[in-house]
C-alpha cells in the first residue's frame, strides 16, 4: 500500500512520509499523549485512562500521525499552493469543489440579485 501510495504522491507532484512501523498511534492519546496498552481491533473507542479523552480509534490514530508527521517532517508541502499543508475549513453550506477556483452557492455574495 505504502508504495502505491507514494507513486500517486510523486505523480501529483508531492511525496509520502512513513511513519516508523511500531509508531504508537492506536494506542497513543492524541490530547495528552499518554501511551496506554495496545488495543485490539475490536475496540473501535479509544479512551485514555489518564485524562479520559474518548475519540473513535482510527480519527484517534490519525491525528496522531498526522500530528507526528507534522514534527518530524515541517518541510511537508501542499504542491498545488508551494506552501505548507493546512486543514482549513470552509464555511457551513459551502459545497465542494470540482475545480481551480470554481465557486458554490454558499460562496461569496449573501444577497439576491435582480
Not at 502505491?4 to 504522491?9: D, E, K, L, N, V
Not at 492519546?29 to 488495543?39: E, R
Not at 473513535?56 to 508541502?77: C, F, K, P
Amino acid at each position: 500500500m505504502a508504495r502505491i501510495i507514494g507513486y500517486q504522491q510523486r505523480w501529483r507532484g508531492g511525496h509520502a512520509i512513513l511513519a516508523p512501523r511500531w509508531y504508537p498511534s492506536t494506542k497513543m492519546c492524541s490530547a495528552c499523549g499518554t501511551v496506554g496498552p495496545a488495543l485490539p481491533l475490536s475496540v473501535r473507542i479509544f479512551r485514555c485512562g489518564a485524562c479520559g479523552h474518548t475519540a473513535d480509534r482510527d480519527v484517534n490514530a490519525a491525528v496522531n500521525l498526522a500530528v507526528w508527521a507534522e514534527h518530524h517532517h515541517a518541510q511537508t508541502r501542499d504542491p498545488e499552493v508551494r506552501g505548507p499543508v493546512t486543514n482549513a475549513s470552509r464555511e457551513d453550506g459551502s459545497g465542494q469543489r470540482l475545480r481551480a477556483g470554481e465557486t458554490s452557492p454558499g460562496d461569496g455574495c449573501r444577497h439576491e440579485h435582480p
